[in-house]
């Protein structure tokens, strides 16, 4: 499965409504750590329509730093 935010197809399905009724899946992708509800709007789940400034289409996630770096341990 496609991911809407990096576009690999490295998206699965981790989650069903627990009522069984289908209402909705959440989807995760392997590859960003991304993940999305099927019932979400279009802006989010149509990567056509999602604001270019969250994709990371084209983006070398390894070249990516970590968003909270983490302190040195005090002794």
């Given at each position: 499965m496609r991911c809407v935010r990096c576009l690999a197809e490295t998206?699965?399905?981790v989650?069903?409504?627990p009522d069984g009724s289908?209402?909705?899946?959440?989807y995760s992708c392997s590859r960003c750590n991304y993940a999305w509800r099927s019932s979400e709007?279009?802006?989010i789940t149509d990567p056509q329509k999602r604001d270019?400034?969250?994709?990371?289409d084209g983006v070398d996630l390894d070249e990516l730093g970590s968003p909270l770096?983490?302190?040195p341990l005090e002794a």
């Open positions: 998206a699965t399905v989650a069903h409504a289908g209402a909705w899946e959440i709007p279009e802006s270019p400034f969250f994709q990371l770096p983490i302190p």
